[in-house]
């Protein structure tokens, strides 16, 4: 038999600290700006039936189980202990991390430790202007503070991100704002 090969997620957030709800954790299935089609739930999109397919087996349930009894067996369990068995048996052996989403999340020494992967951050660039900006009086005073904060954030960041495609879309004007 051939071992699999090493995963490496490529863009992720760290996983959330607390139990959801059956809502709360289907709404996070998904990110659709409507509900989903009349008769069906987030757990019948292709992403519900992987986390249904793939997840169960891990905490020790059936494939394909129901969605409360799946969430049922991750709160016996404990958050801690889900996600560990969880990441552990995704097969990812790298993770890298976007460290800018708000919320109670694992950071990325964290993260490594629970899947025994590696983990490194993907610093977002919109966070650290909004952390210069408290402190920066002028615009050249914006501007250099700036660009020493993304000089610091490199020594050990593998990528940096920003969520102006996602917020305004690709087709961004290349000039400077004014």
Avoid: K
Wanted: proline share 8%.
């Amino acid at each position: 038999m051939i071992d699999p090969p090493s995963l490496v997620d490529q863009y992720c957030h760290g996983v959330l600290r607390t139990e959801l709800g059956l809502g709360t954790f289907e709404a996070q299935l998904a990110r659709t700006e409507g509900p989903p089609a009349p008769g069906t739930t987030l757990f019948d999109t292709q992403t519900g039936f992987a986390v249904r397919r793939w997840c169960p087996p891990l905490l020790g349930l059936e494939p394909h189980c129901p969605p409360a009894r799946y969430l049922a067996r991750r709160r016996e369990l404990g958050t801690a202990e889900a996600g560990r068995r969880l990441l552990r048996g995704s097969g990812i052996t790298a993770y890298l991390v976007d460290t800018g989403l708000p919320g109670d999340l694992t950071d990325p020494g964290e993260l490594a430790h629970a899947g025994q992967a590696e983990a490194h951050e993907i610093v977002r660039l919109e966070q650290l202007a909004e952390q210069v900006a408290d402190t920066s009086g002028t615009v050249d005073s914006f501007l250099a503070n700036l660009a020493e904060s993304v000089h610091g954030a490199a020594a050990h960041a593998v990528a940096f991100t920003s969520v102006a495609g996602l917020r305004h879309g690709l087709a961004l004007a290349p000039e400077p704002p004014g």
